[in-house]
């Protein structure tokens, strides 16, 4: 298995319950990125990681949303009081960073969230 | 603010014509635009990236791309239109020196026998 996986594929949660949404990169990617998408739209950039440092984190809606790669490999996006509007697709993306500019996004298929 | 426009929601087509999806651009700089597929309850696949070089850029399942400069625009192409092209497809413009990709709002692709 050599792409990006998500777990869990699909997640319900009740208002106010917290969540947690895994991304295994591909092996070796230096960096690592958090995308949301809404029903319709377009992915909207919610942060970013070079190894297990998180360099920008300017997209994260709230305080609610916090993200962690502590190893510089697996990748955590937490929800902390999850609200209706937080519900759409979360999308992981990895890419080699290096000598290689503009090295493409390999993305995972997705966790989708639903906050009821 | 640099961004990337799809002006049109949806595109439909014949299978064998051939097909165009629009995006244009507004970024400071020179350009790095990017074309990705998503098929139904999948993540976005790469198809091809315009860095510098030929305004024509060669990309994966036979489409290609023109960049145009001067209508800042990087319109999706492909010459014959096949039924398994029907996905949505997104614009991307690279923001940063680290691959952060701005992503347009996505044009679905419906291609008929």
Request: hydrophobic share 35%; with cysteine; aromatic share 12%.
């Amino acid at each position: 298995g050599a792409g990006v996986s998500q777990s869990p594929r699909y997640k319900v949660a009740k208002r106010g319950q917290d969540v947690a949404l895994r991304c295994d990169p591909i092996s070796g990617h230096v960096s690592l990125f958090w995308y949301q998408q809404a029903l319709g739209q377009g992915p909207e950039f919610l942060t970013y990681f070079q190894n297990e440092a998180q360099l920008d984190k300017s997209g994260l809606p709230s305080d609610r949303f916090f993200a962690e790669r502590p190893e510089g490999s697996v990748s955590t996006l937490k929800i902390q009081r999850t609200q209706q509007e937080d519900s759409a697709v979360y999308l992981c993306a990895s890419s080699y960073q290096g000598e290689v500019e503009s090295a493409p996004l390999h993305f995972g298929n997705g966790t989708r969230l639903t906050v009821t | 603010a640099q961004s990337v426009a799809q002006p049109e929601d949806q595109v439909k087509v014949a299978e064998g014509n051939p097909l165009t999806v629009k995006c244009t651009y507004s970024v400071s700089g020179n350009p790095y635009l990017f074309w990705y597929v998503q098929y139904p309850n999948r993540g976005l696949q790469f198809l091809l990236k315009y860095i510098t070089g030929d305004n024509l850029v060669k990309g994966s399942y036979g489409f290609e791309a023109e960049f145009n400069k001067s209508q800042t625009s990087f319109h999706l192409k492909k010459p014959s239109a096949l039924v398994s092209d029907s996905a949505l497809y997104f614009c991307a413009v690279r923001l940063g020196g680290y691959n952060k990709l701005i992503f347009g709002a996505g044009t679905r692709l419906a291609v008929h026998p």
